[in-house]
T-cell receptor
Framework: AQKITQTQPGMFVQEKEAVTLDCTYDTSDPSYGLFWYKQPSSGEMIFLIYQGSYDQQNATEGRYSLNFQKARKSANLVISASQLGDSAMYFCAMRTFGSSNTGKLIFGQGTTLQVKP | DSGVTQTPKHLITATGQRVTLRCSPRSGDLSVYWYQQSLDQGLQFLIQYYNGEERAKGNILERFSAQQFPDLHSELNLSSLELGDSALYFC????????????FGSGTRLTVV
């Protein structure tokens, strides 16, 4: 079965510091993609970063990077130089590309990040 | 504007009623996904349509139904509403082939009183 686990319900970080949000996944499909989304208090879902299972390099997008450890089945999000506007809920998600894939995203339970001034 | 339009943004209705949530996908996207986000359940996949056909079903209650029309917009119908159906309902759309991007609408916040 496919599953995403985020074990940190809540995290605090000091402004300008880096923070790592944990995500582990489970799938038997060798081809999959991992996503991180940000959901601020206003409610919208904002795409942050994507990592494919066959990508050789860790994905980066500005201050966001994905620490992809395939053998450990982990895809942690690293936010560098935290800003007050980074305070939000963060979701890790996965889709698979196997023969039974439909394209749906499976989400973890989310991590609430609060950035302290 | 993400390109995915959901209406209405907010909906307050009484138990036992029926409501329809509407979603217009991003231009060119053929797949539409519906998700329910409640406080205790996180983001739950409900149903997916691809070019008018149902493609996958998640934990969607029998009281809920959906469809995708020829112009690719989709509607999620919720009937015999219960207090526990109060949630944020998201629609997302995605393209095909190498475009793995999923775009979410701003959601419909449903409150059942």
């Amino acid at each position: 079965a496919q599953k995403i686990t985020q074990t940190q319900p809540g995290m605090f970080v000091q402004e300008k510091e880096a923070v790592t949000l944990d995500c582990t996944y489970d799938t038997s499909d060798p081809s999959y993609g991992l996503f991180w989304y940000k959901q601020p208090s206003s409610g919208e879902m904002i795409f942050l970063i994507y990592q494919g299972s066959y990508d050789q390099q860790n994905a980066t997008e500005g201050r966001y990077s994905l620490n992809f450890q395939k053998a450990r089945k982990s895809a942690n999000l690293v936010i560098s130089a935290s800003q007050l506007g980074d305070s939000a809920m963060y979701f890790c998600a996965m889709r698979t590309f196997g023969s039974s894939n439909t394209g749906k995203l499976i989400f973890g339970q989310g991590t609430t990040l609060q950035v302290k001034p | 504007d993400s390109g995915v339009t959901q209406t209405p943004k907010h909906l307050i209705t009484a138990t036992g009623q029926r409501v329809t949530l509407r979603c217009s996908p991003r231009s060119g996207d053929l797949s539409v996904y519906w998700y329910q986000q409640s406080l205790d359940q996180g983001l739950q996949f409900l149903i997916q349509y691809y070019n008018g056909e149902e493609r996958a079903k998640g934990n969607i209650l029998e009281r809920f139904s959906a469809q995708q029309f020829p112009d690719l917009h989709s509607e999620l119908n919720l009937s015999s509403l219960e207090l526990g159906d109060s949630a944020l309902y998201f629609c997302a759309s995605s393209g095909t082939g190498a475009n793995y991007g999923y775009t979410f609408g701003s959601g419909t916040r449903l409150t059942v009183v």
